[in-house]
């Protein structure tokens, strides 16, 4: 047996109401994350493991034996698939099993549940449907950046103690990088505040726009590019249901237009899985890619150091937020102030897919 085991947590197999939207693709991890060992993670309250066999596809199954229930995150994966670590059944990335050592018969319902997997611009994506077995209705999502020879990134990953839709409240609203991320990405506080900000919606995606001219570069765009005493910022955040795509970054002054998305300039494009685990609790990968100055052709790292800094100074303050909401009896009344539209607009879309999930 590995050492892959996941901690026990509270599973409810099939719940009357569903706690999340389903019918959707989650983000699951990064392709580096599955390699030659079985992975077991929790979504929506669904157990799953998931494996990558000899031809290279990463499959996911229910993370549960059907001879004795061991996860089966605590075997080994094989050619084949992923064998049980307690009595050895070798199940296929269909869910079948296909061996039984000692016995030659194997009956067909020896086999567990499957999930369907999607692995692009190195990223799993796993759809989680509203009856078991159900297949994608549409395609995983496309994220080109990762694939891009402009840009280097790097990732990382968090497991969050607060619910997935803080962290959307908190990535629509980058005014608190002058308060939360001075170290980093922040720079003035009342220039973030009073930033001018368009929220628009298309569908099921909310968009928002801040744009910052005249703005003192922050540690980390230094870092990264030359910037003199003053650049030109913008942030443009798009919301998602299973992710946010946030492209910040900045100009020189009196170069391109701060509108032009053909702009110069040092560019940051962050991917934000956010993938429920319980309702108190959550999965957030991310990675960031970000453009090469040819004078500092070694700022990606220097920019992917700063990001999980400052990732960090966010998961203090959202986990602290939650203790306190739940040391104060739950969710109140919140009043809201002029930078919520953006959070307030996600919390409406996921409300009104959670609805038709029922
Ligand atoms: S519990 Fe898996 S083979 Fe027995
Ligand atoms: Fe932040």
Known sequence: MTAQCIPIQPVSATPAAPKFPLDQWYMAGFSTDVVDKPVGRTFLEQRVVMFRTADGQVAALEDRCCHRSLPLSCGTVEEKGVRCGYHGMLYAPNGQCLEIPGQERVPSKAKVRAYHIAEKNHILWIWMP??????????????????????????????????????????????????????????????????????????????????????????????????????????????????????????????????DPQRGGFHMRGLHGITPETEDTCHYFWSMSSTRHPDKPDNSQAVIQQTAFTFDEDRLVIEEQYRNIRQF?????????????????????VQRLLAASA
Not at 334 to 349: E, L
């Open 329 to 349: 009896g739950g969710k109140p009344e919140w009043i809201d102030i002029h930078v919520d539209a953006g959070g307030n607009r996600a919390r409406r879309v």
């Open 130 to 259: 509203r009856e078991a077995g159900g297949a994608p209705t549409c395609e995983a999502p496309d994220y080109p950046w990762h694939n891009d020879p402009r840009y280097t990134f790097g990732t990382g990953a968090y497991h969050y103690k607060a619910p997935w839709q803080l962290i959307h409240d908190n990535l629509l609203d980058l005014s608190h990088l002058g308060y939360v991320h001075l170290q980093t990405i922040g720079g003035d506080a009342r220039l973030h505040m009073n930033a001018g900000m368009q929220v628009t919606q298309d569908g099921d995606t909310v968009k928002v726009v801040r744009q910052m001219p005249g703005s003192r570069p922050p540690p980390t765009y230094k870092a990264a590019w030359p910037f003199g005493d003053t650049c030109d910022r913008w942030q443009e955040i798009e919301f998602a249901l299973s992710h946010l795509r946030i492209w910040t970054g900045a100009i020189e002054p009196g170069t391109d237009s701060i509108d």
